[in-house]
C-alpha cells in the first residue's frame, strides 16, 4: 500500500533554507504513474500548493514562489525532498507531501497524503 | 491566475444536507476539472471528490461533487459529527501551470 511521510526540522531561522523530506513506501519512486507534490496549510493562507515532480524530474512549480523552491527525487532511497530558501514567518505552515496516482484518482488529484510536519519560522 | 472562492463556513444539523460552493474568477473552471479534499485536524487531508463528480475508493456515497460553469459544489447528504472539518476545491490552473486551491470552508455540524 502506498504511503507517504514527510520528516524534516520544526524550526528554521529567518533567511535560512528549509529542507524537507518524503519518504515513500509501497511503491517505486520511479513509477510512472505517480507525481510527487508538496502543499502546506496555515491559518492564514489555507492550503496552498509549492510544487510537483515527476517520475523523470520534471518539475512544476507555485509561480509566486518558483524562485525559492527546489524538488528533487532520490531513487535509491525511494524519497523525494523540498528546499525552500530565504525562509519568513510568512513560510510558517504545516506541509504536507502527497502523490497522485493515475492508476487510482487519474493524473490530476492529490490522492495519498502524509500526516504532515510543522515548520516553525522564528529566530 | 485562477482564484477559488468559497464561503468561509457552513453548518447543519445531523442528517441535513450541506452544499459547499466553489466559485472561479476566470473561465479556467469550465476548462479544468475540480477536486474536493477534507480536512480533519491531526490528520492527513483526504481527496473525497476528482474529476468534478468521482469519488476515490472508501469515500462514501454521502459526498457528492458536480460543476456547472465557472462554479461547482460539495455535497454532503446526511450529515454526521465526523464531517465536522474543513473542505478546499482546487484545480489545475495552466496560466501559469498551478494547482489551486479554494479559499476553504469551515463545516460545523451542530
Known amino acids: 500500500q502506498l504511503q507517504v511521510q514527510e520528516s524534516g526540522p520544526g524550526l528554521v531561522r529567518p533567511s535560512e533554507t528549509l529542507s524537507l523530506t518524503c519518504a515513500v513506501s509501497?511503491?517505486?519512486?520511479?513509477?510512472?504513474?505517480?507525481?510527487w507534490g508538496w502543499i502546506r496549510q496555515s491559518p492564514a493562507k489555507g492550503m496552498e500548493f509549492i510544487g510537483t515532480?515527476?517520475?523523470?524530474?520534471?518539475?512544476y512549480y507555485k509561480p509566486s514562489l518558483r524562485s525559492r523552491v527546489t524538488m528533487s527525487i532520490n531513487t535509491s532511497s525511494n524519497h523525494f525532498s523540498l528546499t525552500l530558501s530565504s525562509v519568513t514567518a510568512a513560510d510558517t505552515a504545516m506541509y504536507y507531501c502527497?502523490?497522485?496516482?493515475?492508476?487510482?484518482?487519474?493524473?490530476?488529484?492529490?490522492?495519498?497524503w502524509g500526516q504532515g510536519t510543522m515548520v516553525t519560522v522564528s529566530s | 491566475q485562477s482564484v477559488l472562492t468559497q464561503p468561509p463556513s457552513a453548518s447543519g444539523t445531523p442528517g441535513q444536507r450541506v452544499t459547499i460552493s466553489c466559485s472561479g474568477a476566470t473561465s479556467d473552471m469550465e476548462i479544468y476539472t475540480v477536486d474536493w479534499y477534507q480536512l480533519l485536524p491531526g490528520t492527513a487531508p483526504k481527496l473525497l471528490i476528482f474529476y468534478n463528480n468521482q469519488r476515490p475508493s472508501g469515500v462514501p456515497d454521502r459526498f457528492s461533487g458536480s460543476k456547472s460553469g465557472t462554479s461547482a459544489s460539495l455535497v454532503i447528504s446526511g450529515l454526521r459529527s465526523e464531517d465536522e472539518a474543513e473542505y478546499y476545491c482546487a484545480l489545475w490552473d495552466d496560466n501559469p501551470y498551478n494547482y489551486v486551491f479554494g479559499t476553504g470552508t469551515r463545516v460545523t455540524v451542530l
Open positions: 515532480i515527476g517520475y523523470s524530474g520534471e518539475t
Open positions: 509501497g511503491v517505486a519512486i520511479r513509477g510512472e504513474t505517480n507525481f
Open positions: 502527497a502523490t497522485t496516482d493515475t492508476d487510482l484518482t487519474g493524473d490530476s488529484a492529490f490522492c495519498i
